[in-house]
């Protein structure tokens, strides 16, 4: 039974961060990308980051660069999003998701929803003004 969790959001004022957890299990995702996507009230589904398998490679949404850090520890099964100097614009529903895909690219993370197979239920963060 594949499942992917998270956890870490929360409430936090403008200007805060929070860490974001995904834990992963059911089975090994130490050579497959990792993504984070995000689901504001009334808005599509959005990319916010995206590693390769090694973590090494990593990418990201504008709106998110230099204030948002995806990072992974295969040893423990885990990604993370580190976010900080959060914005009212923030506010969303966080999932994880993993790519089941083995890319002979290795520095290779999708951006595209699509192409994740699995996904966590989210954690929500509200960014208050």
């Known amino acids: 039974q594949v499942q992917l969790v998270e956890s870490g959001g929360g409430l936090v004022q403008a200007g805060g961060s929070l860490r974001l957890s995904c834990a992963t299990s059911?089975?090994?995702?130490?050579?497959?990308?990792m993504g984070w996507f995000r689901q504001a009230p009334g808005k599509e589904r959005e990319f916010v980051a995206a590693?390769?398998?090694?973590?090494?490679?990593?990418y990201y949404a504008d709106s998110v660069k230099g204030r948002f850090t995806i990072s992974r520890d295969n040893a423990k099964n885990t990604v993370y999003l580190q976010m900080n100097s959060l914005q009212p614009e923030d506010t969303a529903v966080y999932y994880c998701?993993?790519?089941?895909?083995?890319?002979?690219?290795?520095?290779?993370?999708?951006?595209?929803?699509?192409?994740?197979?699995?996904w966590g239920r989210g954690t929500r963060v509200t960014v208050s003004s």
């Open positions: 998701a993993a790519d089941s895909r083995i890319y002979l690219i290795g520095s290779f993370a999708s951006t595209a929803g699509d192409s994740y197979d699995y």
């Open positions: 059911g089975r090994s995702f130490s050579r497959n990308a």
């Open positions: 590693c390769n398998w090694s973590g090494g490679s990593t």
